[in-house]
């Protein structure tokens, strides 16, 4: 906290005083003086309490009308934060409000410098090698080679250098497909189930229109199947509702004809493009942010905002995938209009609910390294990373690591990551801290030369791997439960209230299991400690060294009389504490309140960043 | 979700061992007072229609204690045990000319249907078995003994004696120099709803309370629920005031309630917490009750807290029960759940809780909580409030007492709003009021999981109870008819029955939070539905995996830590004693922190 404040006086550009943050739920409201720097605007409390917003996580600035009590600004951020300020003097708001509409040439991880030498650096960038990841699963294989067709960005500038596919699939066949397929995205390996040596495959929709045809790409889906001797035929599953890909085939685009390609199984699963997503997720935080809300309107505004039912969607199709391959045994080539969207979502999710490998913490990074980062999901767009064009941002992304977080709902001891994890992820997403998930493609980042210029957040992430753990994971109930089947009743998708209202702390919950238990393993880890120490005096007592200070030094670490003073826990409307969240959490329990692990106050400081 | 209960089916399965009649687990006749031969009927090609699984062919068994239904075709075998208890209603489906099969179906009251079915050749039997059904599920309307007084299992404690009302007063510090306990209602003449002992203020005499109670509906006066320790301002609870159209005043009554105030020497105000919406509260009048004038009683405000009455309730629970069995509509299932309108009266309840609590913890101020009779609102508020300000009643021994105190010695009418063995199932007295109070808990437990000692199963286990007239805890209206029906003398407690297996209903994340008091967020986005007990008869909905297991491997690696450390410690001690005795002082100093810190 005051390592930023020094950092402040550096850079500042702004600075305005008496500037008042409004709690976006209560009444209550804090002083403070806000700066404002090149990357970041910062609000410090009255108490030195400070607080920063990132310039790249600001989604929208709003001026208010003026009201008697100052200039009243609202900003709205990209990681479902609203902060609202007052500002005294309204020449002052004006300058705030321009200065953060200025757009910032460059992105915030050019400048971004963790004290890493380029070794450092380049170890980061590393950590993750899809070829290794390959090699994991299997390939290649008998059946599945890699070909460097691609090794130019010649035949798909979207995807990655090294593509994965069927041995009979010959050079012209792939050249002939790509031809076929939107934005030349030809059918690739994605993922290969070793046990049924089942492949899910991905690519865009074939430029099929009403009638056309085009062998390469027939006998490239014939390649897929044949590569598969446990199944005759191959499903061919399209994200799309139907209705939407009729509508493409007017645009000479359009879906598989099951006369013209043998032994496919062609399927629509009905995910919602993008415009809709977006629209969803609009309605959706409409009705959350509304401030007197009643218990109808929030949940009737939920169903209609239709959020939960687009991440059904998602989890529906993604075991339908993992049911095609596991169960039956046969590969599946997803695709959707452009094979970056749905397709990315359905596969990823597919893998997860296959492999418990990408349920852990680095076969996690693995997998959208793979099939969101490398095959070209457009994050530059999607995140809308530098003033793109509205209408293509859309929370795909958000929605797949919703969709997991709903898995770990369901399956608590399946994931070695907690929801801590998904949430930096997704804070970083948008942060262009780092380099991962800058620009559309992996051409665009090699153009970029981004792992010579940024960091890796993936060497950041593995770098507090401790904060991220989840407490009830269990790799006996992985090898147990290789596959997870999950429910999709209804009321087992839930509202992500850690997400969407992260940065609420009134509405953060009053105690929290996992951080119960992670004191507790804590505490079990400083026993274990104490134990050893204890045994170290032991054989010192043995050699008959003298005397008690060592053992007093063990149990210095002090009694602390219970306190038998009345402690309220909770808000109540009246609201009569003045400790925030973080201090009134730590009163739990009266044992380890003072030795709270470090690690778990990353539950209300996510956002906290170091400048 | 991390639920603090394990797995439904290790639920059912530990319910299954726990449930005390043994013997049915098996097909073999054990000896119980429930399967006295005359009192069993059973029978083979019995259809059960399973609203999950599809039909089940399987024998039936039924005795003057549970129906019993066993189907070998599935492996494992599926099995059906069924107090008669919590059946609401049993009806013949299909005509008996009719050539096909013939059915008929049980309405619970534990939110599911059943229905079985026979061949039509097999009418005479099916006759018999549905007669002998309607002679069981409804024993008092049968004229039988309900089955609690029947079942003689003993258990190592007389869970009876788990409430006391003297001692759990002098818990709370009473009598003090403002508050004494008297025993004017002992013989149950002032009001027969209340308990033989009452605690009310010094300075009122008990022939004044006596013209107090004639103000008051049922002749509920305002007496003492809970005493804070610190600040002396009190919960009161009593019934609405015989105010009438005429605006009826009652001199005793206004002092009365100055007294309460009085009593408190922090606050010079008292709040009155009518749980009625005002609406309800004015249509009273009409029927000679209504509320306090804030004319009549100086210093007090009147407050009122809109909680809708019985019927509503009963129509709200209804509407759920339609929701979620046995089906669950994928497509409008929020919208579904906001038409029942549960969760609303559930955060109504929790606010207006919250509200009371707020007043007496950080307003220091005395309250006085009452509806219209002030057995069904009244109860609920009271209780949650007791249990949000006093960590005492969130311990499983304090929570059994807070459920003898403020809801079966207070009066709430069990034997009407549940109508044991009463087949009158359209009776306009039944109401879901105690299960909605049992949801309230559910939901303080989810905001607050290490401050409970008890489980979900806990709560669960409470609420089966309530209708499997196994015990007789829950049977009659009053304090008094309990006595006249000797039902402490002739029948088992079910807290005998709980706190005989402690270790199934503790919660392992529970520390003690004794001094702390809990102020939940009743906001809608932290009330939900409690999938685990409403929604629990449906296969699908998956089980959570036991994440309580896992706290219960590292407290017990604690425990083998904090032993190995102790020995260690020992040892080292004796070391130095040996080898340095006139330092015997320090090695002693040294082994208390440890201990403390692990």
Request: aromatic share 10%; proline share 4%; hydrophobic share 35%.
């Amino acid at each position: 906290m005051f390592l930023l404040v020094v950092c402040v006086c550096v850079c500042v550009c702004l600075q305005v005083e008496q500037v008042r943050l409004l709690d976006r739920f209560s009444n209550k409201s804090t002083n403070g003086t806000l700066y404002l720097t090149a990357t970041h605007l910062i609000f410090v409390e009255r108490s030195l309490q400070s607080d920063s917003i990132l310039h790249h996580h600001i989604a929208s600035v709003e001026k208010l009308s003026l009201t008697t009590t100052g200039c009243p600004l609202v900003i709205q951020c990209r990681n479902f934060r609203v902060v609202h300020f007052v500002v005294q003097r309204e020449r002052d708001c004006h300058d705030i409000y321009s200065s953060l509409l200025l757009s910032y040439e460059e992105v915030y991880a050019f400048s971004y410098n963790p004290k890493q030498n380029d070794q450092q650096r380049e170890e980061g960038w590393q950590i993750i090698d899809l070829g290794a990841e390959f090699e994991r699963m299997g390939v290649p294989c008998d059946q599945w080679q890699l070909t460097n067709v691609n090794i130019d960005y010649k035949v798909c500038e979207t995807y990655p250098r090294d593509l994965y596919v069927p041995i009979t699939a010959s050079k012209p066949i792939i050249v002939g497909s790509s031809k076929f397929r939107s934005k030349g995205r030809f059918p690739v390996l994605t993922y290969f189930y070793q046990e049924k040596k089942a492949a899910v495959c991905r690519c865009s929709q074939p430029l099929s229109g009403f009638s056309a045809r085009c062998l390469e790409d027939e006998s490239m889906l014939q390649a897929i199947s044949k590569a598969n001797h446990n199944s005759r035929f191959v499903y061919v599953m399209d994200t799309r509702p139907k209705l939407n890909a009729l509508a493409n085939r007017a645009a000479g685009k359009g879906y598989e004809n099951e006369d013209n390609y043998s032994n496919i199984r062609f399927q629509f699963v009905g995910i919602e493009n993008i415009h809709v997503m977006r629209t969803s997720l609009q309605k959706l935080l409409e009705v959350i942010g509304t401030r007197s809300l009643s218990m109808s309107d929030f949940l009737v505004g939920l169903e209609s905002s239709g959020w939960l039912r687009h991440i059904k969607a998602v989890v529906d199709a993604a075991i339908f995938l993992a049911k095609a391959v596991t169960v039956e045994g046969a590969s599946v080539l997803v695709h959707c209009s452009d094979g970056w969207d749905r397709t990315a979502q359905v596969c990823s999710l597919g893998a997860l609910l296959m492999d418990p490998y990408y349920r852990t913490i680095k076969g996690f990074m693995v997998l959208i390294e793979k099939d969101w980062i490398s095959f070209g999901h457009k994050f530059a767009d999607r995140c809308d990373q530098l003033d793109g064009d509205p209408k293509e941002v859309s929370p795909i992304f958000t929605q797949f690591l919703e969709c997991v977080w709903q898995l770990t709902e369901q399956f608590p001891q399946a994931f070695e990551f907690s929801e801590w994890f998904l949430l930096q992820i997704h804070e970083h997403v948008h942060s262009c801290q780092y380099g991962n998930f800058l620009g559309n493609n992996q051409r665009q980042r090699e153009d970029l030369r981004l792992r010579e210029r940024t960091h890796s957040l993936w060497a950041f992430l593995m770098s507090e791997k401790q904060n991220y753990l989840n407490p009830f994971y269990s790799p006996a109930y992985s090898e147990a439960h290789p596959v997870l089947e999950p429910s999709t009743l209804p009321y087992h998708f839930k509202f992500w209230r850690n997400m969407y209202h992260q940065f609420d702390r009134s509405m953060h919950p009053r105690q929290s299991i996992l951080k119960t238990v992670l004191t507790m393993r804590e505490n079990n880890r400083k026993a274990e400690s104490t134990l050893q120490a204890l045994e170290k005096v032991k054989v010192q007592r043995q050699e008959e060294d003298d005397d008690d200070d060592e053992q007093e030094e063990v149990g210095e670490e002090a009694t602390e009389s219970t306190d038998t003073e009345r402690t309220v826990e909770g808000s109540s409307g009246t609201e009569s504490r003045k400790q925030s969240y973080g201090e009134l959490e730590g009163t739990y329990n009266s044992e380890s309140a003072k030795e709270e692990p470090a690690v778990v106050s990353l539950e209300f400081g996510v956002a906290r960043m170091t400048c | 979700m991390l639920s603090l209960t394990s797995s439904s089916t290790s639920r059912s399965d530990r319910s299954a061992q726990a449930k005390p009649p043994s013997g049915m687990s098996s097909d073999s006749v054990a000896t119980s007072a429930e399967l006295s031969p005359e009192l069993r009927v059973s029978t083979q090609d019995v259809t059960y229609f399973c609203p999950f699984i599809g039909a089940l062919r399987g024998t039936v068994t039924v005795t003057n204690y549970r129906l019993f239904f066993k189907c070998m075709d599935r492996e494992p075998a599926f099995v059906l045990d069924l107090p008669l208890g919590v059946v609401s209603r049993v009806e013949k489906i299909g005509s008996a000319s009719s050539r096909g099969d013939v059915s008929y179906g049980l309405v619970c009251k534990d939110i599911r249907n059943l229905r079985f079915a026979h061949k039509q050749m097999e009418d005479t039997l099916r006759k018999s078995i549905f007669e002998v059904l309607m002679k069981f599920a409804f024993p008092v309307s049968n004229g039988l003994p309900i089955f609690a007084f029947e079942y003689g299992q003993v258990f190592p404690e007389n869970g009876w004696k788990v409430y006391d009302a003297v001692s759990e007063y002098k818990r709370q510090g009473i009598p003090n120099e403002s508050w004494r306990i008297t025993k004017v209602n002992d013989h149950y003449e002032v009001c027969d709803t209340y308990p033989s002992t009452l605690a009310v203020p010094v300075n009122i005499p008990d022939e004044e309370l006596k013209r107090v109670a004639a103000f008051r509906a049922k002749g509920r006066v305002p007496v003492l629920s809970w005493i804070h320790p610190e600040s002396q301002a009190t919960v009161t609870r009593c019934s609405q005031p015989m105010v009438g159209v005429n605006g009826k005043r009652s001199k005793e009554d206004e002092k009365y309630l100055q007294a309460i105030m009085d009593a408190n020497a922090q606050s010079h105000k008292l709040f009155i917490f009518d749980a009625r919406p005002s609406v309800n509260a004015a249509a009273n009048k009409m029927k000679g009750g209504g509320f306090e004038s804030e004319d009549a009683y100086q210093n007090a405000e009147l407050v009122f807290l809109d909680i809708h009455n019985i019927h509503v309730m009963r129509e709200s629970l209804r509407k759920l029960k339609d929701v979620v069995y046995p089906n669950i509509e994928d497509s409008h299932w929020l919208s579904n759940l906001e038409s029942t309108h549960w969760l609303e009266h559930i955060k109504l309840i929790m606010a207006g809780a919250l509200r009371i609590a707020d007043k007496v913890e950080s307003g220091k101020t005395s309250v006085v909580v009452h509806c219209s009779d002030g057995w069904d609102r009244t109860a609920q508020l009271t209780s949650l409030a007791m249990l949000m300000l006093d960590g005492y009643y969130r311990t499983i021994r304090g929570f059994e007492v807070l459920l003898e105190k403020e809801w079966l010695s207070f009066g709430h009418r069990f034997q009407l709003r549940v109508g044991h063995g009463d087949k009158n199932h359209t009776d306009a007295d039944r109401s879901p009021v105690f299960i909605q109070f049992i949801d309230c808990v559910w939901q303080l437990t989810r905001q607050f999981p290490a401050a409970f000692e008890f489980n979900e199963y806990f709560l669960v286990t409470i609420l089966d109870h309530l209708y499997s007239c196994l015990f007789g805890t829950f049977l009659c209206n009053s304090e008094q008819q309990r006595l006249k029906e000797e039902v402490p003398k002739r029948t088992v407690s079910l807290w005998a029955y709980i706190n005989s297996q402690l270790e199934e209903f503790t919660n392992p994340l529970y520390v003690n939070y004794s001094n702390h008091v809990l102020f939940p967020v009743v906001s809608l986005r932290h009330l939900e539905l409690w999938v685990g007990y409403y929604i629990r008869w449906n296969p699908r909905m998956r089980p959570q995996e036991p994440v309580h297991q896992r706290y219960k491997e590292l407290l017990a690696k604690r425990a083998e830590l904090q032993k190995r450390v102790d020995e260690l410690q020992r040892e080292v001690t004796n070391r130095s004693a040996s080898s340095s005795s006139e330092r015997a002082g320090s090695p002693t100093r040294s082994i208390t922190p440890v201990q403390t810190f692990v």
